[in-house]
């Protein structure tokens, strides 16, 4: 029996979120049922099947994780891709320990965020990301629910790419909406409608109240490290014509899918 761990690019237009959920379509849901197809294994919970984290209805990834363990690595490997739905696919595999965790095991996460249509002034969003760097009570910027609200932020970034206005963050680990909330309080500096120094004051005291989430279709679970050493998978034609097709049917899609088909070619 061999654990293996593989890079997920999903696109999540069209799926209720990433967690199993029952009569939903989901992005475990469909990975599961493609290793029960192939015969990988019978039981996901047997197999250990894990995810790296959890992502939103309409959320899109281009380094999701998932693990499990198999006795047919070699058809894993092979056959994973040919029988996923178009609208995810495989990039990467890797053959890890028996005791790996693709969520607990992770020394890093990067999410990045798209502003289709950004302010002009850029500076004062890139002025708030800086101010989200280091440990602090996100209670303002994301839904705490019982966990707890401080989260360490090791890197924070805005640029432009193209009509883009790109938010890049990298952390240990995420509250529930938190680069989304985030996302909704750049805008606002961008715009000049909230002052960066009270929008920061909210991570050292936070009020009852907190920023309402961006819309998901824009945020992208960019990458999940690991100390593991991951072996590139070609996307196949059947993916590729998937992208094209998803050009016609969302408006912000286009641009995304072109980021993501361009990213994951490079690894």
Known sequence: MTRLAFRLVYLGGDFYGSQMQPELRTVEGEVIESCRRLGLFDDWRDAGFRIAGRT???????????????DREERAVQALNPVLPPDI????????????????????????????????????MQEMARRFIGSHNFSSFARVGDKNPVRTVLA????????FCV??????SFLWNMVRCMATALLLAGRGAADIDELAG???EPT?????????DGLILWDVAYDVTFLP??????????????????????????VLSKETSER
């Open 233 to 258: 998978l070609c996307v196949d034609e059947k993916h590729q014509n998937h992208l094209r097709m998803l050009y016609r049917r969302y408006s912000l899609m286009e641009e995304i899918t072109c």
């Open 89 to 124: 696919w495989c990039t990467a595999w890797a053959s890890v320990p028996d005791s790996f965790h693709p969520r607990y095991d992770a020394l890093s996460r990067t999410y990045r965020y798209y502003f289709p249509d950004p302010p002009d002034d850029v500076s004062a």
């Open 208 to 216: 009852a109240e907190r920023f309402p989430a961006s819309p998901p």
């Open 167 to 172: 938010f890049e963050v990298t952390a240990k």
């Open 156 to 163: 924070a970034d805005i640029r432009r790419e193209g009509r």
């Open 202 to 204: 909210l991570l050292e």
């Open 56 to 70: 939103d209805r309409g959320v899109h990834a281009c380094g999701q994780v998932c693990a499990f363990t198999t």
